[in-house]
């Protein structure tokens, strides 16, 4: 406890400035999400209290991030769809899910993984966190024009037929559920439907409305529409807003200009009495724990998103852990990567029990956090407690903040959260795969793939379908690596390694060597397989030398013995150089060591091998010269 105050000036500081930058962004992400601006400020509030109290990386500030925001979006709008577009009825299986993720987090630090995230290739990386900044800035043109589609009264009509369909099946099932057969007694149908009023169509068809302008495809389905009914002052307000947070940069970097873009646009527009439109009421008071989630809680509302939890999970576990490379970086310290899993999941159970957005470590805020002077856990919770103090003292207030605002600083975000340096090495990067005539370079494909997948269809599948391309692609280049490296050759064709220099002459066409010079896995084994068709009939001997080859998988392991067994029955002899402790671990476990290769054809280097030979083989190749060429006379 001592070492938290060990600097708490630069914790001040260094707390003060990151909530003040987390403030907006918190706002932003609140509203973008789908569940009002409270939820993203409840959830920079918790996160970023208990991430830095039980994590590993002692300036981290962490919350909502735009990543963490745009899967979260996925959640919300699937579970509210299926809740006929009630956001109260879908909020407790909604922070089910995050609670879920929050929890999955607190496993995956429990069961050490975070030391293997960084194993994710970085092009999968790339092309989402650029569908990100795709996916914030499409879905932010409508509220940045002023643009609802839920309140453009032609539009919404549109889905009225569809909108009675719905309410009309959902009578039908509750009449399923309660045992009424319609087919003879249409009458308890007839009665429930005349109950139905203008209300709730209007209201079903606002749902299926904000549904069909979701996401990417939605939002550019409506953009032609969209453009005829622009809120020209909304537009004006957003456009401020972008133009101070870029502008004010350039005069300093010391004041975050998203807050300075806030304040001002938004006293501009509240002391003139503009009419535009404010975002939703942030509630006053203290934040109370929704206990719904547990007393309302039917798994078959979140089994469909386990996955989806899991995404969060490990989307916030990447998020956090590079924001602590860069920490580490800027420190000179070492973060504690499955400790902060730990803390992160900590964070985001906690942030869903109130209602809170989840997040991860947030990298601007983190090192404006080190710049302020933060070097303890005390600066990440001072942050927290700062939000809270502001959602107390200033929740009436923040209320009126113009929604084009939070648009415009969304805009910069969407900006700012693409991968530009992976953009830009698209050109340069080697073209390693070929289909036909075309050359492509296959870290492009696969950064190309997540990127329009992300942004156009589901964000959960166009990871995992990246992760399947790359490990796939990755397999193929070692797998082709492996086999070019190992070709059987003659030792006159083949450059022997150093220890084969001495190797007799009279002995080079009857020994073959085999030069395993990589792992033995299902990636490779196609070409290993051919081993026994390569070795003519002149060869009595194989020497297969393993001390480069780590690893044998359980293909590899059958494909070897099936080898084996093709020379056994050439009556070739076979030796094993360098046996490592997993591959003979392996073979003994399926008799290939002793009973394909024996103990004594096995040896620890290549000069007992040769040693073996001269004294053995040597003698049986002479005696087998004789006898042929006694048959030749």
Known sequence: ?????????????????AGIVALPLALAFGVSS??????GLYGAIF?????????GTNTQISGPTAPMTAVSMVVIA????LNDGDLEKALPAILLVFLLAGLMQIGLGLLGIGKYIRYIPYPVVSG????IGVIILVTQILPSIGYYPKDDTAFVAGFKPEAEEIILSNILKEETGEGILVLENFQETIDRANEVTEEQILKEAKTLANTEASGVIGALKVLPRALQNINWLELILALSTIAIIYGFKKITILIPSALVALIVVSSVAFGFGLNYRPIEKIPGGFPIPNLNMFSQFELGAITPYIFTALTLAL?????SLLTSVVADNMTKTKHQPNKELIGQGVGNSIAAIFGGLPGAGATIRTVVNINAGGKTKLSGMIAGVLLLLILLALGPIASQIPAAVLAGI???????VMDYKGLKAIPFLPKDAKIGPFKFSSEVVIMLVVLVLSSVWNLVYAVGVGLIIASLLFMKKMGDLTAE???????????????EKDFPESLKEEIFIKHLKGPLFFGSTNDFQNLANQIPRTASTVIIRMGRMQYLDQSGLYTLEDVLLDLKKENINVFFVGVLKQPRYMMERVNIIPHLVPDTHIFKNFSECLAYLKDNVAHDLEDRKEIKYQELV
């Open 315 to 319: 989307l916030g576990a990447i998020d």
């Open 410 to 416: 969304l805009v910069t975000v969407g900006i700012g």
């Open 1 to 17: 406890m001592k070492k938290l105050f060990t600097n708490f000036r630069g914790d001040l500081f260094g707390g003060i400035t």
């Open 78 to 81: 699937g579970i509210v769809a």
């Open 485 to 499: 490296r190992s070709d059987v050759k003659t030792l006159k064709k083949e450059k022997g390694w150093a220890d």
């Open 47 to 55: 996160i970023s209290f208990f991430a830095a109290l039980f994590g």
């Open 34 to 39: 789908g569940l009002g601006p409270s939820a």
């Open 128 to 131: 989402f966190m650029t569908a």
